[in-house]
């Protein structure tokens, strides 16, 4: 299975201040069709995931464009403009390039 | 508005069976390929397998740990997902979700205990 690698792991941020978690994968997630099915989640406590960004960089309906996500092939990046405190909870990486699916083991985005 | 709602989960001892279902309303059921998700509890989230489309075949993909013991149904007539869960071990203690394509709409999970 492809092992997808996060960074940190706990990213204790300011409000207001810019906060990013990497991403890695063990094999290049660029499909035979092209495209690159790499996804971000955010789940906050006690709550279901939400997809904040698909295929790299778009963002879903809905999600503050102080979300943004960029990257290629083995390495990708989440990065939140300004940290607000809706914000905070649990984010995770997840490539459906390769069969299974896999996530990265989460990142507890917390209050500093 | 997309809306998944799992149910079924419970309480069941090592070996045993459950079912669970996922309601689906809001976007049409038949044309998305529908997946489970499981947490186990304080972890991350492990891909349980997939169904497709009967236009793409309807057929099924399982992750490692569960094949041969989960498997995955529609009734595209009902709108409604399914998971059979057989030979239930205490490590498939989980909130399990349904969702849609590859994560872009989320049910609230289903709690399934298996402990003696």
């Known amino acids: 299975d492809v092992v997808m690698t996060q960074s940190p792991l706990s990213l204790p941020v300011t409000l207001g201040q810019p906060a990013s978690i990497s991403c890695r994968s063990s094999q290049s997630l660029v499909y035979s069709d092209g495209d690159t099915y790499l996804y971000w989640f955010q789940q906050k406590p006690g709550q279901s995931p939400r997809r904040l960004i698909y295929?790299?960089?778009n963002g879903e309906s809905g999600v503050p464009d102080r979300f943004s996500g960029s990257g290629s092939g083995t390495d990708f990046t989440l990065k939140i403009s300004r940290v607000e405190a809706e914000d905070l909870g649990i984010y995770y990486c997840m490539q459906g390039t390769h069969w299974p699916p896999t996530f990265g083991q989460g990142t507890k985005l917390e209050i500093k | 508005e997309v809306q998944l709602m799992e149910s079924g989960g419970g309480l069941v001892k090592p070996g045993g069976s459950l079912r669970l279902s996922c309601a689906a309303s809001g976007f049409t059921f038949k044309f998305a390929w529908m997946s489970w998700v499981r947490q186990a509890p304080g972890k991350g989230l492990e891909w349980v397998g997939r169904i497709k489309r009967k236009t793409d075949g309807g057929t099924t993909d399982y992750a490692a740990p569960v094949e041969g013991r989960f498997t995955i149904s529609r009734d595209d007539s009902k709108n409604t997902l399914y998971l059979q869960m057989n030979s239930l071990k205490t490590e498939d203690t989980a909130v399990y979700y349904c969702t849609s394509g590859y994560g872009s709409a989320w049910g609230q999970g289903a709690l399934v205990t298996v402990s003696s």
């Open positions: 295929k790299v960089s």
